[in-house]
Nanobody, 122 residues
Framework: VQLQASGGGLVQAGGSLRLYCAAS????????MGWFRQASGKEREFVAG????????YYADSVTGRFTIARDNAKNTVYLQMNSLKPEDTAVYYC????????????????WGKGTQVTVSS
């Protein structure tokens, strides 16, 4: 599966952005999808994940209550709605896919899209 993330940009603290991840391939609905981010000088970290049907979502503690992940299998798209953004949310955001169960470690994901930059000004 090929992934393409978009929707990043510059926003003031407290603002919102919505990220999109468009996937190619008919088997999109078979994959668990995740959003990850990597700030300058830091390791890539898990942000949010969703199961194949969209019935279960998982979040990093740092974004719980502010970010929401969703998917539309008919459109082969995963979304990340980001509200109440903070300067510490500044990073390159990546979407990723994995075709089997397990944890949400970056090393566990099978496919990655190119990232989209999110910058939150104070």
């Amino acid at each position: 599966v090929q992934l393409q993330a978009s929707g990043g940009g510059l926003v003031q603290a407290g603002g919102s952005l919505r990220l999109y991840c468009a996937a190619s391939g008919r088997t999109f609905r078979s994959y668990r999808m995740g959003w990850f981010r990597q700030a300058s000088g830091k390791e890539r970290e898990f942000v949010a994940g969703i199961n194949w049907s969209g019935s279960s979502a998982y979040y990093a503690d740092s974004v719980t209550g502010r970010f929401t992940i969703a998917r539309d299998n008919a459109k082969n798209t995963v979304y990340l709605q980001m509200n109440s953004l903070k300067p510490e949310d500044t990073a390159v955001y990546y979407c990723a896919a994995v075709g089997y169960g397990g944890n949400w470690s970056p090393d566990h994901m099978e496919y990655w899209g190119k990232g989209t930059q999110v910058t939150v000004s104070s």
